[in-house]
């Protein structure tokens, strides 16, 4: 049974940080590329940050420089560190597996993050 479990999200304060992870299960985590993304109330969702099964990454304008994005294939998760958080980070975030040379992919349910004083 696959599985994407999204944790670390809550409430922070502009200026903070928060780390999300994503646990994955069912699958061979190492094979697949991992991204993060996020929907604000009212707005699409966005990529937010992109790893590759070889570690490259990329990450979208907004979040440049504050975001990091990494991966753990031992304990099969992917991580977002996110600092100088804020308000209009404020979104669902959600992780995504995905292997294109067998066209499949995965979603979680996502996790909350509110930036708000």
């Known amino acids: 049974q696959v599985q994407l479990v999204e944790s670390g999200g809550g409430l922070v304060q502009p200026g903070g940080s928060l780390r999300l992870s994503c646990a994955a299960s069912?699958?061979?985590?190492?094979?697949?590329?991992m991204s993060w993304y996020r929907q604000a109330p009212g707005k699409e969702r966005e990529l937010v940050a992109f790893?590759?099964?070889?570690?490259?990454?990329n990450y979208a304008d907004s979040v440049q420089g504050r975001f990091t994005i990494f991966r753990d294939n031992v304990k099969n998760t992917v991580y977002l560190q996110m600092n100088r958080l804020q308000p209009e980070d404020t979104a669902v975030y959600s992780c995504n597996a995905r292997n294109t040379y067998i066209s499949q992919s995965y979603w979680g349910k996502g996790t909350l993050v509110t930036v708000s004083s």
């Open positions: 069912g699958f061979t985590f190492s094979s697949y590329d």
């Open positions: 790893i590759t099964t070889g570690g490259g990454t």
